[in-house]
């Protein structure tokens, strides 16, 4: 059903589905006329002929494979938000006749395909997993052409008769070659956008490299013949991202603000949902106009560059971030809250090599920043306008300037491990969602 109840607080949300390409899915069963249609056409001829919200908060996943995945995240994250009574009555306080709406996004985004590896410890696909099922998933997730499929039948074909491989025999390495280009991801270094900000692809250092981190995440399942192909599938999501937040979420936020003019719009991301929301607000090209400027925008422990955001990039001072130009665009009305975790496993050491960076899975952001790293391992850098604050518990209060970065140390709080991302995915205690309250009150107490 596209309307979602989280049983624990009776919440309600909207689930919104769109496809790798960034756009609506066609196929709300209660459309206008008996036919299928958009979702979002539903909902927003509702709140324009009735009671309409006044305030829409607009969430994003990171890497949910499917629409079940997607609604067990918003039911906790969503649901741990709506459970922060206090905080809703402070909102109700500032803007009397809070009425609050959730949408969530879902959009296919599995990048590391664990399922079909079974539960051993093995890189070795279980024997129910044959050649041609591996195919079919690697090339749903990656885009089915021809060129994509030739190069994995090399790939698969070589990992499931040599696991034990301790180099890529040479014809997988050209199949990979081929498949990086077939993929068309760029490799534009820390200036490049969401897909291409990356050194280029090198499958032998990352197959090395993925086998060093294997210890680090608790199991070998980053090595082997496979380890190349799952950094091609972490920078594939990463593009789709940004084709999903520039294409019809963008379009969707500009359609809330045309139809509710005095609604506020609230963003949250999550891990590749940063990078989505990130988009959103540029839109196609990161230029795109807003009919007025976002509220706020929350972006938990992100898998997006730390210099995303940065006008003069330290490390290459002629370079800017893709995201540059949103904050002197005047995308944003309230603040831009980043969360960071040094107990996030998949930012702090999966990311930089995903980015191809051999060595550099440890830095102390304390004392220096890496070329390649992510905003939830290091908030976002390089703005001079950025300010760092530790995560506070549910009664504390946040000072959050409008249109001015936040970076919040929350390892205090984001700290509770699980499998191979570490504490990713802690993304539903009180104190975060407490944390998105509170920047939705900022640009409250801002209004005129």
């Not at 494979?65 to 067990?72: E, F, L, Q, W």
């Not at 399922?115 to 885009?143: C, N, V, W």
């Not at 220096?368 to 290091?378: K, N, R, S």
Request: charged share 20%.
């Amino acid at each position: 059903m596209p309307f979602q109840t989280i049983a624990a607080t009776g919440t309600t949300y909207a689930l919104i589905a769109l496809d790798a390409d960034g756009k609506e899915r066609n196929d709300d069963p209660d459309a206008a006329g008996g036919q299928p249609g958009r979702l979002s056409d539903r909902l927003l001829a509702q709140w324009r002929d009735g009671p309409a919200p006044t305030d829409i908060f607009l969430w994003s996943h990171g890497w949910q494979g499917d629409i079940p995945a997607a609604r067990s995240q918003y039911d906790r994250w969503i649901g741990a938000f709506s459970a922060c009574a206090v905080d809703e009555q402070e909102m109700r306080t500032l803007r009397p006749g809070f009425a609050p709406a959730h949408i969530g996004v879902h959009w296919p985004s599995l990048p590391w395909g664990d399922e079909e590896m079974g539960d051993t410890a093995s890189f070795a696909p279980p024997a129910h997993a044959g050649k041609d099922a591996m195919i079919d998933a690697y090339a749903q997730r990656l885009g089915d052409t021809p060129q994509v499929r030739d190069a994995l039948a090399v790939i698969v074909e070589a990992a499931r008769t040599g696991a034990d491989a301790t180099r890529l025999p040479p014809e997988v390495r050209q199949a990979y070659v081929q498949l990086d280009q077939a993929l068309a991801l760029g490799a534009g270094g820390t200036d490049g956008d969401a897909g291409a900000d990356r050194l280029p692809f090198d499958p032998d250092a990352s197959f090395a490299e993925a086998s060093q981190l294997g210890a680090a995440f608790g199991a070998p399942s980053l090595g082997g013949i496979l380890a190349p192909l799952r950094q091609l599938s972490f920078w594939t999501m990463k593009k789709r991202a940004q084709a999903v937040g520039e294409q019809d979420v963008h379009a969707l936020i500009n359609r809330l603000l045309d139809t509710l003019p005095d609604a506020r719009v609230h963003l949250m991301g999550h891990s590749f949902g940063c990078i989505v929301m990130s988009a959103a607000l540029g839109g196609p090209g990161g230029t795109a106009a807003l009919r007025r400027p976002v509220d706020s925008c929350v972006l938990v422990q992100g898998a997006m560059s730390l210099w995303a955001y940065a006008p003069s990039i330290p490390v290459r001072p002629d370079s800017a971030g893709y995201c540059h130009r949103l904050l002197p665009d005047g995308k944003l009305h309230g603040p831009l809250v980043v969360t960071r975790s040094r107990h996030d496993t998949a930012v702090c050491e999966l990311y930089p090599w995903a980015a191809g960076v051999a060595g550099q899975v440890a830095f102390d952001a304390a004392t220096t920043y890496p070329t390649f790293g992510a905003i939830g391992a290091f908030g976002i850098q390089g703005v001079d306008t950025a300010a760092d604050i530790a995560m506070l518990d549910i009664d504390g209060g946040y000072t959050m300037p409008g249109a001015r970065v936040l970076n919040v140390e929350a390892s205090a709080y984001i700290c509770h491990k699980s499998g191979v991302s570490g504490a990713h995915n802690d993304i539903s205690g009180p104190q975060v969602a407490h944390l998105i309250w509170q920047a939705a009150q900022a640009s409250a107490a801002e209004a005129p």
